[in-house]
């Protein structure tokens, strides 16, 4: 009985963080919808020198490599686990010097983790309507498997949307429903409350 009620507690905390997750989730997603819809061409310059900025992609990239350390520790020889989170200093290190486009490459990392972490917790607590919210999530994935091969794919975007309205719109679009119905599925775990 302790054992089941160790993992129950374990297992309801996991809940609580995807709860977490998918609110965080909408609310990021809004967020990069209404930038999209009201970037304009004076923006430009801005958005990239943002783009190519090592110390703001340092804690984006620290993050998403954070993040990838539950991922890695069945992967790797038991002799290499404790040498993980030290690797994490390194890489950090390392990608602050040799890395270009850093917010971009972080960016994209966190997009593809997301979507794994996602995957995951949307089939262990049944998330109504997963199979949309997962689709939409693989778009998502594959946008950032392309943006970490050519992270400068962001820039060419934000180009695109100040000539071409389509770009803009499609972005905005995108976002403004993945961000409801990342908000509708959080919602509804939240008034459940429970595992379903």
């Not at 989730?25 to 020198?49: G, M, R």
């Not at 996602?118 to 607590?125: K, L, R, T």
């Not at 994935?141 to 770009?167: C, H, N, Q, S, T």
Request: one cysteine or more; glycine letters at 6%; proline letters at 5%.
């Amino acid at each position: 009985m302790h054992h089941f009620e160790a993992f129950k507690e374990i297992t309801m905390s996991e809940l609580l963080l995807y709860k977490i997750v998918l609110i965080a989730a909408a609310l990021v997603s809004f967020a990069a919808a209404y930038l999209l819809l009201k970037f304009k061409a004076p923006d430009l310059p801005v958005c990239e020198k943002l783009l190519r900025n090592r110390n703001l992609g340092v804690p984006l990239a620290l993050a998403g490599l954070l993040w990838c350390v539950p991922y890695s520790r069945p992967l790797v020889w038991d002799w290499m686990v404790p040498w993980l989170l030290p690797l994490v200093v390194v890489l950090t290190v390392l990608i602050y010097f040799y890395l270009e486009y850093l917010p971009s490459r972080a960016v994209a990392g966190i997009m593809i983790l997301y979507t794994a972490y996602v995957a995951q917790e949307s089939y262990a607590f049944h998330t109504p309507g997963a199979g949309w919210l997962m689709i939409l999530s693989w778009l998502m994935a594959v946008v950032g498997m392309f943006i970490a091969a050519k992270p400068y794919l962001i820039r060419d975007y934000f180009r695109k949307i100040v000539v071409d309205e389509r770009y803009r719109l499609i972005g905005g679009a995108f976002f403004t429903v993945y961000g409801l119905w990342s908000l509708t599925v959080g919602v509804i775990h939240i008034v459940k409350g429970q595992i379903v």
